[in-house]
């Protein structure tokens, strides 16, 4: 019998994997990529009996695997918040999914969990951009906020790449380094290279955006592009999350140069979070949440086509 565990690249998918093993620890293959990377299952090769875990990445992108693991007779246990399609009725199949606005996978292990691992759980929140929920969930606890936001953001930002080359830490090596701990705060007690590796890359990265290139900007959005380096595909998506904080009523699109097209990052404007996904879906490698999306690859013919779309959005 194997026991697979399947999580998305970034700080939701890692710290729900992080939550669960120190509560249940197992011996498992890891199977993850970077944020993008969402199309996980069709890499699981599970057989009767199996375990697999799949923690953070859409049920709709990955309908067709999941229904082929079933099959096979594997079990599954699946926590999400993106958009599911239709969730199979299957006896082998427990899944825990909630596509309401202000939750993240993390947090539904964290009720799983009873809170048990809530410091991970408030950073992955704030990593996932849902700061206001980190927050409540960790009123009345003693936690240093103010370095959770910070670690959750550098591990969010880590999952941004073209390819898991880009990145700066594979994901699977990430989750290794951070499952060590019980606390975030004992983490970064113990291990500053890691921290300090994604603190100084997040700062150089972000130094190099600020030369980004206006495509067009409006009262209502404003789309940005980024050189072709893998630094542009690193910070793309945490770039973006800023500019949406600091310009809240405006929507935002990080278009970033790569094999002859662009890596897009969405985000709707913060004061309403609606439509990044529906603009996103017009495209054929588009896809994400309401708030916040991606195209994985827009052709460079098809730039004027998505600007004109992202007027119409916003
Ligand atoms: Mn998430």
Redesign the pocket.
């Known amino acids: 019998m194997a026991n697979f565990d399947v999580f998305?690249g970034?700080a939701?998918?890692i710290l729900s994997l992080v939550q669960l093993r120190r509560a249940e620890p197992l011996d498992s293959t890891l199977v993850t990529g970077r944020k993008r990377d969402i199309k996980l299952l069709d890499r699981v090769e599970a057989k009767a009996g199996d375990k697999v875990t799949v923690l953070?990445i859409s049920m709709r992108s990955n309908a067709e695997h999941l229904a082929r693991i079933l099959d096979a007779g594997a079990s599954v246990f699946y926590v999400d918040?993106h958009n599911a399609g239709d969730i199979p009725n299957h006896p082998n199949l427990n899944a825990v999914i909630d596509t309401s606005p202000e939750i993240?996978?993390a947090m539904l292990i964290d009720e799983a969990l009873d809170g048990d691992y809530r410091a991970w759980a408030v950073t992955a929140a704030f990593g996932?951009n849902f700061a206001d929920l980190a927050r409540a969930k960790a009123e009345g606890l003693d936690l240093p906020l103010e370095q959770l936001e910070r670690l959750g953001m550098l591990v969010n930002y880590n999952g941004y790449g073209g390819s898991v080359d880009d990145l700066l830490f594979h994901p699977a090596e990430l989750y290794k380094a951070l499952s060590q701990f019980d606390t975030p705060m004992e983490f970064l007690a113990s291990d500053q290279d890691v921290f300090s590796a994604l603190d100084a890359g997040y700062e150089t990265d972000l130094a190099n955006a600020k030369n980004a290139k206006v495509l067009d900007e409006t009262d209502e959005g404003c789309v940005i592009t980024l050189a072709d380096k893998a630094g542009s595909r690193r910070i793309s998506g945490v770039f973006g999350n800023q500019l949406a904080v600091d310009n809240p009523h405006r929507a935002h699109a990080i278009l970033t140069a790569q094999d002859g097209g662009y890596l897009v990052s969405i985000r709707a404007p913060k004061v309403k979070s609606l439509g990044a996904d529906t603009l996103a879906l017009q495209f054929e490698t588009g896809g994400g949440r309401s708030a916040a999306a991606g195209i994985n690859h827009l052709p460079e013919c098809d730039l004027d086509k998505f600007v004109k779309a992202f007027r119409a959005a916003f």
Request: aromatic share 0%.
């Open positions: 998305n970034d939701d998918g953070d918040h993240c996978t996932d």
